[in-house]
């Protein structure tokens, strides 16, 4: 897969950014498609995954409840779809720098698939995401 990122920033705690993520390629209907964040010295951290096909969904205890992810509408035979990470209630602690990634034959989701990135065979350039008063 391909990607391109938008939409990272700085935002204050407490505030909102979306991210977004197309991805292009084929087989899309097989993939899911998430985000991951890393900061430097640090592991990388799953946040979220959507299904392509039916768009289902898993987060990250961190984020649960204030971070949703989404899809645009997709068709089966479509090589491009775009996927949305709104992020509300921002914390200093999201402060990181979160790329796009896509790992073909996730048709079904499991919380542990957030601790396995080598799962994910496609992975974009990352988005600084900033939050800081």
């Known amino acids: 897969l391909q990607f391109v990122e938008s939409g990272g920033g700085l935002v204050q705690p407490g505030g909102s950014l979306r991210l977004t993520c197309q991805a292009s390629?084929?087989?899309?209907?097989?993939?899911?498609i998430g985000w991951f964040r890393q900061a430097p010295g640090k592991d990388r951290e799953g946040v979220s995954l959507i299904t392509v096909r039916d768009a289902s969904t898993i987060y990250s205890n961190s984020v649960k409840g204030r971070f949703t992810i989404s899809r645009d509408k997709y068709d089966q035979n479509d090589n491009t779809v775009t996927v949305h990470l709104e992020m509300n209630n921002l914390k200093p602690e999201d402060t990181d720098n979160y790329v796009c990634?896509?790992?073909?034959?996730?048709?079904?989701?499991?919380?542990?698939?957030?601790?396995?990135?080598?799962?994910?065979?496609?992975w974009g350039q990352g988005i600084q995401v900033t939050v800081s008063s």
């Open positions: 390629g084929e087989n899309l209907k097989y993939y899911a």
């Open positions: 990634a896509g790992a073909l034959g996730l048709t079904q989701l499991f919380e542990r698939q957030l601790t396995k990135p080598f799962l994910f065979g496609s």
